[in-house]
């Protein structure tokens, strides 16, 4: 669009202020106006521009220089420039906009009504105001349509349905659009969000729900009347979608912490059941380099075996510590998912989690009590080997007592 043709724009709206009897049809708008030097300057810009088909004074038909210097009431018929090429539209009036099926999915920037002398966006009424939200829940029906047709929208869902972009006045007053913004911001977000695209499936098959019941001419009007109910529907199940889709997420990561804690868990029992087999194995290696002779050797060994069961018990004492923390964590666990989910579900998961702790607990236990219970036997046999020996030295010291005295 440039200048002169936003200019040509503005002249016919000047025109239709100052003329009577105005009528426009078919594009071409037919008046009556009385000219002076502004009125005639801007008709004789619109005849120059050829969008002037006839001006008569009195029967006569002028010219370009004519309308210029006529001073006299004249009849015109004008080809109006509207048009997105020219900055904007005119119609008759709010009917003669709601005749056009483009302008739905989209408001123009700027129109002019004739009847009511309104210059949108100069000037507005509580109508105009209305298809301005119109648009905008047409714009978001025509993004979330299978097809768009053009004056019609197509919707397949069980079974298709069709939409048709035509709705009157009176239509219009009635619509229930005040929750448009709210609409549209719920379902296109700024920031989307994961919801979003189910939000607008719901939202549509609400849509549909309404409107199929109708014939085709009349879903619009039906679903913009009843765009309140529509909207309750919705909110109604996207709540229920967005518990049941919550509870299923904790559910879900429930089930994740019960692996992960189930995991920790099995670690330590690995640990300690490595040590069942050592300990055994480590005590048989002990007896077997005893002997009876007595002597430093067994005294070294003893005290190995010693340091060996200390390091043991220490390291059972440690993964003991280990575990009361994992419980400790679970514990913590389960009271915080018992404020989000039911006992049921939380009990179930976590009665495994404290069965298997119970189950760690006694194999540390027993690992302990092998641990002391082999060492003494250890030690027995070691006390086994070496009392003779004490016996005999002692009995040599008395000996060697006596001979000295």
Sequence with gaps: MNAAASDLFHAAIEVCRKSTHVQLNDGVLIGSIELDETTSGVLAALYNAQFVIDVVENGKA???????????????EIKIPSGQQYGGYIFSDIDGLLRSPDLYKKAPDSFYLVHEDIEYPKSSSELIEKYLLLTKIVGVLETLSTVDLGPRLCFLNRNRVDVDLRISRSELSRSQLERVNEICAELFPVDSDAHAERRREIFIGKVIEV????????????????????????????????????????????????????????????????????????YILIAGQLVDDGGMRNHIIMVGAAVFALIMLTMITAQYVTLRHLKEDIDELKCNYLKKLDEQHVSGTYSQLTAKYRVQLAVLLIVAAVVIFVFFMAFNLYLEYTRVVWFERLLEWLAGMRSTQ
């Design 211 to 282: 409107a199929e019941a109708f014939p085709e001419s009349e879903r619009l009007a039906v679903i913009l009347c009843r765009l309140d109910e529509i909207y309750a529907r919705y909110r109604r199940d996207y709540e229920l979608y967005a518990k049941d889709f919550s509870f299923s997420s904790l559910v879900a990561d429930l089930d994740r912490e019960k692996i992960e804690q189930a995991k920790r868990l099995g670690a330590v029992l690995h640990d300690v059941s490595a040590k069942l087999l050592a300990i055994p194995l480590a």
């Design 62 to 76: 002028l010219s370009s220089q004519g309308i210029s210097t006529c001073r006299d009431v004249v009849e015109y």
